[in-house]
């Protein structure tokens, strides 16, 4: 299995999807540098990608932030003995107090091993991994990308690869996942490297965005 572990695996990968993509070499060149997005696989990333669902960047941080603040190191077992205490302190919704909580449960139960979750093909990752409370295939696709190191995964529910993507090949309406993961079959077997790219294409565009408004 491929995996994206360094600032080489990335080079390598947008390569390949320019050749196999001629569209990609011009959302390359506006892209500017494409971040390699790794972290060390565990509750405490899944966690994180948890809590940054659907908001902000800029909020999913710092509500993060809070709770590794409050619960310091963050793992399963420590979180279930701090109790909903930090999880409200830090700013988590209910729903995702509840899906914290039920996920620290199994992992440190022994339900699920997720450090072992990312040898395994991310079919059968996935589902897996969307048996979790709190877990959708978004979550999994996100912990795959960047915990698990996976060069082959798109998360096409992700709101900014779906405006990226409209904005970066000229559509004019923001495709919805089903439209998406298909356009990306076309960037196989290095979608997560196309995914990194057009983040940080988004992140361009936002910026031009920005200045524009100024």
């Given at each position: ?28 060149r ?36 809070r ?70 295939p ?52 290095w ?10 294409y ?13």
């Open positions: 299995m491929q995996r994206i572990e360094t600032l080489e695996d990335i080079a390598l990968g947008l390569e390949a999807l320019v050749a196999l993509d001629g569209r990609l070499a011009a959302v390359h506006a892209s500017g540098d494409i971040p390699l997005r790794r972290n060390a696989p565990g509750f405490a990333s899944l966690a994180s990608i948890i809590v940054s669902q659907q908001v902000s960047r800029a909020s999913a941080d710092a509500i993060f932030g709770l590794c603040r409050l619960i310091d190191p963050l793992t399963a077992e420590n979180l279930l003995v701090a109790g909903q205490g930090p999880l409200v302190e830090a700013g988590l919704s209910r729903a995702k107090q509840r899906a914290m909580t039920g996920l620290a449960e199994h992992v440190a139960g022994g339900a699920i091993d997720l450090d072992a979750l990312c040898a395994l093909q991310a079919e059968e990752a996935i589902t897996l991994m969307t048996a979790l409370p709190g877990v959708g978004w979550t999994a696709q996100v912990y795959l990308l960047v915990s698990a190191g996976h060069a082959d995964v798109f998360p096409a529910g992700d709101v900014a690869l779906q405006a990226a993507v409209a904005q970066a090949l000229g559509w004019e309406v923001r495709p919805d996942a089903s439209r998406l993961a298909l356009e990306a079959e076309s960037w196989r077997p979608r997560s490297v196309a995914a990194r790219l057009f983040w940080a988004y992140r361009e565009m936002r910026g031009r965005e920005a200045l524009a408004v100024g």
